[in-house]
C-alpha cells in the first residue's frame, strides 16, 4: 500500500511533483498523480491532516468500492488509554485485546481495524507519550532477577487448605536472554540467595553486575535510585562472586526489560501449564520447571534461526567472571555483649573474649563451622570454631584471668560468701557447679541464677531446696530452677534462726564452726537422715 501521508507531505511540505515523488517512495508517476487527484476532490481531508487520520482511513476515503454505504468510510476508533491500563494485568495480550475489540463487529457503520493496524495506531499512541531507545547489552554484563507473577503449588495435607504456594525465581542473562527459574517454598533471605548460586551454577560463571527487583531480600530501601540501601547478606555474596549490585528503579519495568520478558515467556508457555499439574514435593516441582526450561532456552527465536542456548554457548559464556572454589555460605548475624563472665552467648552455646570487651556490644557472623566476631568498627578481633551442644563453652586459655580476687563483682569469693550467708547446703551447690568447670567463670551465670532465687522466694526456701539438692546428687541449676517453686509454702517462715546457721535433727552447728568442714557436717546430715 502507498504510504500516503509520506506523499502528501513530499508534495504539500517538500513542493515536489508527481514524478519526483514516485521516485521517492518507489511508486509509479500515474499512482502518484491519481492519489493527489483523488485527495483534492475529496473535500472529507485537507492538509494538514488530523492526528487520528491514518493511511487506512485514506484508502477507505479515496478507494471506496461503487456502492458502499457512506458511513463505512470510517473505522471504529480505539481506547488506547484503556489498552495500556488493561496490558498491565498479568496475562493480558495486545492480541487478546484485539480479538475482543473485533468481535463487537460495526458499530454505528464504524468498521473495526485489522490487526496489524489496532497494533500500529496502539504503538503510535504509545510512542508519543513515552519516548524509549535501545539500550545496547554486551556479552558477560548483566544479569537481572525477578519473581513471576503466578505462582504453583504443591499437595501438602498439614495446611490448611492442602496446598502450599510456590514462588518461581527468575534470573536471566541480558544479552542472550538465556535464563534460569527455580521454586521456592519460602522467600527468605536464605533461599533467595541459594536460588541465585544456583543460577550461577547453572550458567557456569558471573556477570559483571547484577540488576535485582527490589524485594526486601535484596534491596532494604530504594528511596533514592542513586544511592539504595542493599540487604547485607545479598551484597555479602555479591562480593563473594565479585559482582556489583545495581538494583532497578522501583515501578520501573523497563530497566530490567530482558528479565520481564522473561517472566511472561515462562508465565504464559510453562506456568499456565503446570498449573493443572499436581506436585507432591518441590524436588519433583523443579525438575518438571527445569526440564520445561530447558526446551524454551533451546527454541529459537522467532525469526531468527538461533536459541538463547546457542547464543549463550556461543557468544556469553566465555565472557563471565569464573566462579569461586568454595560456593557462598550464608552468614547469620547476631549483635551479642560480652557478660562479666567473659563469654557472649550466640545459638546457647557461651564463646569467650579478653576482659577488654566486658560490656562491650560485638558482631557475630557465623557460618556452618566458624564463629566470627567483629567490633563495631567491623575489624575481626576473634574466630572460633562453632559448637552446636547446648550450653557449651568453647574457652580460649587466654582469656581466662589467673586471679579472681582481682575483680569486685563476679568472682569466686562473691559467690561463696553470697551463699555462705544463705546456708550451708546453699554454700555447697555453689562449690559443686564452681567445681565442675574447667574455668570458675563458666558457672558464674548459673551460679547467679541460683542466687538470684533468694530475692523471688526467699533464703530459706532456697536453703531447703538446696538442702534437698544435696540428697539427691542433684547440685545443678536446671534442679533448682524446675522443683524450688513447690518449696513455697512448706518452709516456717516465722523462724529466726540465722542464714548462716544449719539445723540438723540432733542439734545447732554454724557453718564457720572451726571443728566442722562443709563437706563434713554435709556427710554427717546424711548419716542422720539415714
Request: net charge positive; proline share 4%; glycine share 6%.
Amino acid at each position: 500500500m502507498l504510504d500516503y501521508k509520506r506523499v502528501l507531505t513530499l508534495h504539500y511540505v517538500n513542493s515536489l511533483s508527481g514524478c519526483e515523488i514516485a521516485e521517492s517512495v518507489g511508486s509509479s508517476k500515474t499512482t502518484v498523480n491519481d492519489f493527489l487527484k483523488r485527495f483534492r476532490e475529496c473535500g472529507k481531508l485537507g492538509f494538514p491532516l488530523k492526528e487520528e487520520v491514518s493511511n487506512e482511513m485514506i484508502e477507505e476515503l479515496l478507494y471506496r468500492k461503487r456502492g458502499a454505504d457512506q458511513q463505512s468510510e470510517f473505522m471504529r476508533e480505539i481506547d488506547c488509554e484503556d489498552i495500556n491500563r488493561r496490558l498491565g494485568r498479568k496475562g493480558v495480550t495486545l492480541k487478546m485485546l484485539w480479538r475482543i475489540y473485533n468481535a463487537v463487529g460495526v458499530v454505528d457503520g464504524r468498521r473495526p481495524y485489522s490487526y496489524r493496524n489496532y497494533c500500529r495506531k496502539y504503538a503510535e499512541w504509545a510512542e508519543s507519550r513515552n519516548v524509549t531507545f535501545h539500550i545496547q547489552r554486551y556479552p558477560g554484563v548483566n544479569l537481572e532477577l525477578d519473581f513471576a507473577g503466578k505462582t504453583l503449588s504443591i499437595v501438602d495435607h498439614h495446611s490448611a487448605d492442602g496446598r502450599t504456594r510456590v514462588t518461581v525465581f527468575i534470573a536471566t542473562l541480558s544479552y542472550s536472554d538465556y535464563f534460569y527459574c527455580e521454586g521456592l517454598v519460602c522467600c527468605d533471605v536464605r533461599n533467595w540467595i541459594r536460588a541465585n548460586s544456583n543460577a550461577l551454577t547453572c550458567f557456569g560463571g558471573a556477570t559483571q553486575i547484577t540488576t535485582p527487583d527490589n524485594c526486601k531480600v535484596a534491596v532494604t530501601e530504594n528511596r533514592n535510585w542513586m544511592d539504595p540501601v542493599l540487604n547485607r547478606d545479598f551484597q555479602s555474596w555479591a562480593e563473594h562472586y565479585g559482582t556489583a549490585l545495581m538494583p532497578a528503579k522501583v515501578k520501573s519495568p523497563k530497566w530490567k526489560p530482558n528479565v520481564e520478558n522473561t517472566v511472561k515467556l515462562v508465565t504464559m508457555h510453562i506456568l499456565a501449564e503446570m498449573e493443572q499439574m499436581r506436585f507432591f514435593s518441590l524436588d519433583e516441582l523443579n525438575r518438571e520447571l527445569w526440564r520445561r526450561m530447558d526446551l524454551v532456552n533451546r527454541e529459537n527465536f522467532k525469526g531468527l534461526t538461533c536459541s538463547r542456548w546457542d547464543r549463550f554457548e556461543s557468544e556469553e559464556k566465555d565472557t563471565l567472571l569464573p566462579l569461586p572454589p568454595k560456593p557462598f555460605e550464608l552468614l547469620e548475624r547476631q549483635q551479642v555483649k560480652v557478660s562479666p563472665d567473659f563469654s557472649f552467648v550466640f545459638d546457647q552455646v557461651h564463646y569467650t573474649m579478653p576482659r577488654k570487651y566486658i560490656s562491650k556490644t560485638l558482631e557475630v557472623r557465623a557460618s556452618s563451622t566458624e564463629v566470627k566476631v567483629f567490633n563495631q568498627n567491623g575489624d575481626l578481633i576473634r574466630v572460633h570454631q562453632r559448637s552446636y551442644t547446648p550450653h557449651h563453652w568453647v574457652v580460649e586459655p587466654t582469656d581466662m584471668p589467673q586471679k579472681y580476687s582481682e575483680f569486685s563483682n563476679w568472682s569466686v569469693p562473691y559467690f561463696q560468701g553470697w551463699a555462705s550467708r544463705i546456708g550451708v547446703n546453699t554454700r555447697a551447690v555453689i562449690d559443686a557447679m564452681l567445681k565442675e568447670v574447667s574455668y570458675p567463670v563458666q558457672a558464674f551465670r548459673r551460679c547467679a541464677g541460683v542466687l538470684g532465687f533468694e530475692s523471688r522466694y526467699g533464703a530459706k526456701v532456697l536453703e531447703k531446696c538446696c538442702q534437698d539438692a544435696v540428697l539427691y546428687g542433684k547440685r545443678n541449676y536446671s534442679y533448682i530452677r524446675n522443683t524450688i517453686p513447690s518449696y513455697v509454702g512448706s518452709v516456717d517462715e516465722k523462724r529466726e534462726d540465722s542464714a548462716d546457721e544449719v539445723h540438723f535433727s540432733t542439734g545447732k552447728f554454724k557453718a564457720e564452726d572451726s571443728g566442722y568442714s562443709l563437706d563434713r557436717l554435709l556427710e554427717r546430715q546424711r548419716k542422720e537422715v539415714h
